[in-house]
C-alpha cells in the first residue's frame, strides 16, 4: 500500500512532462514528426558517411554541410515575412513533400550507383532552400497547435526531445545499415518516413488565423523585422548566442566521421554510436526543460550549458579511447540541447504575436544558417591543423561566449521582466503582489 503514493506522484509528474500532448493537434505532430525524424538522422548520418568514403577529404565534408544549410541562412528572412502573411500550415506541409522528393531522389542516385560528389552539392543545396521555409513556418506554427499558451515551453521542449530521441535512433540504425546494405537504403527509408508527419498535418483542425493584411512590400517587412529584433537588447543577445554556438560548437557534426574512422579506428557503426550519445544527452537536457515550471529562469541556462558544450568539445577531442568519447558525447548533446531550446522558448515567450514568423526566421539563421559557416572552417581548419584543434578553438569560443551572455544576463533580466508582468507569466504579479524591486508595468513597453 505504501508504494501506491509514490506511483500516483510519478504519474502526475509524467502527466505534467508530458502537458503539451494533451492539444490533439500537437499530439499528431507529435507522432508524425517523431517517426519522420528518425529518417531524417539516419539520412544525416548516411550522407556524412558517403561523402567522406567518396572523397576521404575533410574540406569536402565541410562543403557539403556548407552547401546544405547556407541556403537556409540566405532565405530565412524572406520566409520570415512570408509566414506572417501565409498560412503557416500549407507552408509546412509543401516544405515536407519537398524533402520527401530530395531524400527519394538521392536513394535512387545512390541505389543505381550514379551518385558524385556534384550531385550531393546540388541536392544539399536544395534541401537547404527548402528548410528556409519548413524551419521558419513550423517554428511560428507550434503556439498554434498548443490549447493552452502557457504550455508553449514545454511543447518546445517535447518538439527537442523527439528531435534528440530520433537523434539517438536514426544513427544507430543507420550505421547497422551502411555497414550491411549502403547508404541508399537509409535515403529511401528517409523518404518513406516523410509520410506520417504530412499525413499528421493534414488531420489537424487549427483555428482560423488572423493576419493582418499587409500593405507594404517585402522589404520594409523585411526592414521591419530586424528592426525589431536588434532593436531590443534581449532579442539580440540570444539571437547572437545562438549564433556563436552554431558556428564554433555545432560544426564537430561534420567532423564525427574523423573522429570515428581515424582516431578511434572504427566503422560507420562507431559513427552511429558516437551520434546515439549526442542524443542520449540531448534528449535528457530536453525532459529536463520539459519538466520545468515556468520559463523565468531560464536565461541562465543558455549561459550554463554553452558552457558545458565547450567543456564537453574541449575534453571530446583530448580523447583517444572509444568508451570515454562515448560517454563525452552526452553532456556535448545537453549543452547544445538546453541552450538552443532554452533560447527558442525565451524568443517566443517575449515576441510579439504579429512578428513571429521574422524573428522565427532569424532564429533559424542563427540555428541553421550559421551551422554552414561553421562546416566550412571546420572543415578547412580539419584539412589544415585537424579535427581535434579545430573542436578545442570551438570550446573555448563557447566558453567566452558563456562568460559574456552571463556578464549581460541581469541587464536583459531588467528589459524582459516587463514583459513576463504583462503576460502574467511571474506568479507574485499574477496574484497583484509585487516586490520591492519590481518596476511598474508602465515601465516596460
Not at 571546420?378 to 563557447?398: D, N, Q, V
Request: charge should be positive; aromatic fraction near 8%; hydrophobic fraction near 55%.
Amino acid at each position: 500500500m505504501t508504494s501506491s503514493p509514490n506511483k500516483s506522484n510519478d504519474s502526475v509528474s509524467l502527466r505534467y512532462i508530458l502537458r503539451a500532448l494533451n492539444s490533439r493537434n500537437y499530439r499528431l505532430f507529435f507522432g508524425g514528426q517523431g517517426i519522420s525524424l528518425i529518417g531524417t538522422w539516419m539520412q544525416r548520418i548516411a550522407l556524412s558517411w558517403l561523402v567522406y568514403r567518396l572523397t576521404d577529404s575533410p574540406f569536402l565534408l565541410g562543403l557539403v554541410g556548407f552547401t546544405g544549410q547556407i541556403p537556409t541562412f540566405l532565405m530565412a528572412p524572406v520566409a520570415g515575412v512570408l509566414a506572417d502573411r501565409m498560412n503557416r500550415l500549407k507552408l509546412v506541409i509543401a516544405a515536407q513533400v519537398l524533402s520527401m522528393i530530395q531524400a527519394l531522389v538521392l536513394a535512387f542516385l545512390v541505389l543505381a550507383n550514379m551518385i558524385t560528389i556534384w550531385e550531393i552539392i546540388v541536392l544539399s543545396i536544395f534541401l537547404g532552400l527548402v528548410n528556409a521555409f519548413e524551419i521558419t513556418a513550423r517554428q511560428s506554427l507550434v503556439v498554434e497547435m498548443i490549447d493552452k499558451k502557457e504550455d508553449l515551453g514545454n511543447a518546445i521542449a517535447l518538439n527537442s526531445s523527439i528531435f534528440n530521441g530520433a537523434r539517438l535512433i536514426g544513427p544507430s540504425i543507420a550505421g547497422i545499415l551502411i555497414a550491411m546494405v549502403g547508404e541508399g537504403v537509409c535515403f529511401l527509408i528517409n523518404g518513406i518516413s516523410f509520410g506520417a508527419v504530412i499525413v499528421a498535418l493534414l488531420m489537424m483542425k487549427l483555428k482560423p488565423s488572423h493576419i493582418k493584411p499587409q500593405t507594404h512590400n517585402m522589404l520594409k517587412g523585411l526592414k521591419e523585422g530586424f528592426a525589431y529584433t536588434f532593436g531590443f537588447p534581449p532579442l539580440r543577445s540570444i539571437l547572437l548566442m545562438v549564433a556563436l554556438t552554431n558556428l564554433m560548437g555545432m560544426p564537430y557534426v561534420v567532423l564525427l566521421p574523423i573522429f570515428a574512422r581515424d582516431i578511434l579506428h572504427g566503422g560507420p557503426n562507431t559513427l552511429g554510436f558516437l551520434m546515439g550519445a549526442t542524443g542520449v544527452g540531448a534528449l535528457s537536457g530536453a525532459l529536463f526543460l520539459a519538466a520545468r515550471k515556468s520559463v523565468v529562469g531560464l536565461g541562465k541556462w543558455i549561459s550554463i550549458a554553452a558552457g558545458i558544450l565547450g567543456g564537453g568539445l574541449i575534453l571530446f577531442c583530448l580523447s583517444t579511447n572509444f568508451w570515454l568519447s562515448i560517454l563525452l558525447m552526452m553532456p556535448i548533446g545537453f549543452g547544445m540541447m538546453v541552450n538552443m531550446a532554452s533560447s527558442n522558448t525565451l524568443l517566443q515567450t517575449i515576441v510579439d504575436d504579429d512578428k513571429r514568423g521574422r524573428l522565427m526566421s532569424q532564429y533559424a539563421m542563427a540555428f541553421m544558417g550559421m551551422a554552414p559557416l561553421g562546416s566550412l572552417w571546420a572543415g578547412a581548419a580539419a584539412g589544415k591543423i585537424g579535427a581535434p584543434y579545430t573542436l578545442l578553438i570551438g570550446g573555448l569560443f563557447c566558453i567566452l561566449g558563456a562568460l559574456i551572455f552571463a556578464r549581460n544576463l541581469p541587464a536583459m533580466r531588467k528589459l524582459i521582466r516587463p514583459i513576463y508582468h504583462k503576460k502574467g507569466i511571474l506568479p507574485e504579479i499574477a496574484v497583484g503582489i509585487r516586490s520591492a524591486d519590481t518596476p511598474p508595468l508602465s515601465s516596460g513597453k
